[in-house]
């Protein structure tokens, strides 16, 4: 199924992120500490997520990641440690649902990509994802995966 893929407007968000490297197959060690260090730090401010977690991919080299693994916040929160305060920045994103395992998040990539290309838009900064499924509850075939793309 080729997902639909849309343009939307980003407003700002504030966020509190952990940024590490790894390789793709070691994702799924490193995103849960990561995010139970966020939610610690979060937990100190009495604040909770106002949306799924997410990951920025700064770079999208599979065996050197550059991950920005986090939460999105009501309000800008001060970070601790390695816990880094940012925000999710305003701008034009190319949006689509990906439904369905993880692993096969790339023919998503390539429709949003080919999507992009027949209306003249160019990437323009970290990919993110938001996992809108707890993969512990859900089948990895229903799970749903939001993908942003920046364009500039």
Known sequence: MVPRCELVDLVARPTLAVRRRAPVERLPQVLGPAWA???????KAGAVPVDAPFVAYHSMDMRD??????FVFERPLAGD??????E???GEAVQCVHVG??????ATYGAMRGWMVERGLRHAGPAREFY???PQDTPPAELRTLVL????
Do not use: F
Not at 149 to 152: K, T
């Open 149 to 152: 793309l920046p364009v500039g």
């Open 132 to 134: 809108l499924d707890d």
């Open 81 to 86: 440690g390695d816990v880094l305060a940012g």
């Open 88 to 90: 999710i920045p305003a």
């Open 65 to 70: 990641l550059d991950l920005e693994i986090g």
């Open 37 to 43: 260090l966020v939610m610690a730090c979060a937990g």
């Open 101 to 106: 395992p993880y692993d096969q998040l790339g």
